[in-house]
């Protein structure tokens, strides 16, 4: 139990264009996700932090104009780099809590963004 | 702010120990983690201790926390090469909205 998936596990495009990233949990309802965004041999950085039902949190320095989040249901969370430019290039990674700890998180396998 | 740290890159013959290091800055994490990534997977939870512990162990697993240095460290016995993985130690804090931050990560890899 508890597998989060994400879609797609890649994406390539082009310069200017969007892009959206979904984080599902498939078998249990989460009423927070998370939104990491991880550089090569770097640490997971916290880009966002997401309810259902109300607007996202973001954490400094996050342009919440150019990530948007939308937490539509207990099961779907998409995160949408607009305007993307080559140093949004980047390993995306979801995470949704089942409870209120922080060991109650579970994540997604990630999504590879190239912008060429 | 918070800051954890960690040496990037391990390298273990089969069947000896492992040891991963960590530490971290904010004296008043509540728990601390340690999580397994490898390639087209989620993030893998090994296993976490609560701060007012010293150690917890967990079958090839153990987990030593030394609050006064901020330092955590984890152990793996026997170690296979299906634990050639990124790792990563994470701490929490009440009052900081239970989120997670993570370590720069470690790269295990196991040699035959």
């Known amino acids: 139990g508890a597998v989060v998936s994400q879609h797609p596990s890649w994406v390539i495009c082009k310069s200017g264009t969007s892009v959206k990233i979904e984080c599902r949990s498939l078998?249990?309802?989460?009423?927070?996700m998370f939104w990491y965004r991880q550089f090569p041999k770097q640490s997971l950085m916290l880009m966002a932090t997401?309810?259902?039902?109300?607007?996202?949190?973001?954490e400094q320095g996050v342009e919440k104009d150019k990530f948007l989040i939308n937490h539509a249901s207990l099961t779907l969370s998409t995160l949408t780099v607009t305007s993307a430019h080559p140093e949004d290039s980047s390993f995306y990674i979801c995470?949704?809590?089942?409870?209120?700890?922080?060991?109650?998180?579970?994540f997604g396998p990630g999504t590879r963004l190239t912008v060429t | 702010g918070e800051d954890v740290e960690q040496s990037l890159f391990l390298s273990v013959r089969e069947g000896d120990s492992s040891v991963i290091n960590c530490t971290y800055t904010d004296s008043s994490s509540t728990y601390l983690y340690w999580y397994k990534q490898e390639p087209g997977a989620g993030l893998q939870l090994l296993t976490y201790?609560?701060?007012?512990?010293d150690m917890k162990q967990d079958q090839r697993l153990t987990v030593l926390l030394n609050k006064k240095d901020k330092h955590l460290s984890l152990r793996i016995a026997d170690t296979q090469t299906g634990d050639s993985a990124i790792y990563f130690c994470a701490e929490s804090r009440t009052g900081g909205g239970n989120k997670l931050t993570f370590g720069t990560g470690t790269q295990l890899k196991v040699e035959l």
């Open positions: 201790i609560f701060s007012n512990m």
């Open positions: 997401s309810n259902e039902g109300s607007k996202a949190t973001y």
């Open positions: 995470s949704a809590r089942v409870g209120s700890l922080p060991h109650e998180q579970y």
């Open positions: 078998d249990f309802q989460a009423t927070t």
